[in-house]
């Protein structure tokens, strides 16, 4: 076995050792159940850790990663996740956020065969596709790039609203809140978008509502 391999399961000794040390209870109660307040949906990106990035503990965040922070309602593991946390976890914000620098995304903008990728990263052409004039209008390639990333953002969580269980506890108990973030990882700062699903949704609500009901997924703070 490689040192590099060995190095991890060191390196959980240490924190299994100082965690102890703070609280000999911790695992004891971390055990128990979970009680997060917040879904995260991020990039499988190895520099784009959700809790460390939140600077979050453990039992505080769902956390959901794939390529691209894609919510796609064909892939089950996606809407298995946020069914999940909404339902039976009871979280009040469920978090798509991004990363400038996405290689995802960078590929979705490439003119070449990916293979299995493909049809995955046919969701961020779509996401160009929707936005082709704002985007082409970009002359700067880079800053073309971020925009891109944040318009997929924006596009993952108008999937997430169109799912029923989010719309039906919305309607409820005013949660989940739906949020859209960027992580820069030219600075280290979280980003967010601020977007505003209001006037996004006031022309297409009626195409995707499940309920019968009017609802937009408002700005709570707590």
């Not at 190095?7 to 100082?18: G, L, P, Y």
């Not at 990363?99 to 003119?111: E, F, I, L, R, S």
């Not at 082709?132 to 999937?159: A, F, W």
């Not at 980003?191 to 006037?199: A, G, T, W």
Request: contains cysteine.
């Amino acid at each position: 076995m490689s040192q590099s391999y060995e190095v991890i399961f060191e390196n959980n000794r240490k924190w299994v050792a100082s965690k102890l040390a703070d609280n000999p209870e911790f695992f004891h109660d971390l055990a128990k159940t979970q009680n997060p307040d917040y879904l995260y949906i991020g990039c499988s990106d190895s520099r784009a850790t959700a809790e460390e990035l939140m600077g979050a503990k453990p039992g505080e965040v769902f956390v959901h990663r794939n390529i691209a922070n894609i919510v796609n309602t064909l892939d089950m593991s996606s809407t298995a996740v946020i069914q999940y946390a909404v339902e039976h976890l009871k979280v009040k914000h469920i978090i798509v956020c991004g990363h400038y620098n996405c290689g995802g995304v960078k590929a979705a903008m490439t003119p070449e065969d990916l293979g299995l990728l493909n049809p995955w990263l046919r969701n961020i052409r779509d996401v160009y596709r929707l936005h082709q004039s704002e985007l082409d209008s970009i002359e700067d390639e880079g800053r073309r790039y971020d925009r891109l990333v944040e318009l997929n953002v924006q596009e993952q969580c108008i999937n997430v609203i169109k799912m029923a269980c989010v719309q039906e506890r919305y309607i409820l108990e005013e949660y989940p809140v739906v949020h859209g973030w960027v992580f820069d990882l030219r600075t280290g700062k979280i980003i967010d978008l601020e977007i505003d699903f209001e006037k996004i949704l006031k022309d297409i609500q009626k195409i995707y509502n499940l309920t019968g009901s009017d609802w937009v997924m408002s700005r709570k703070t707590k």
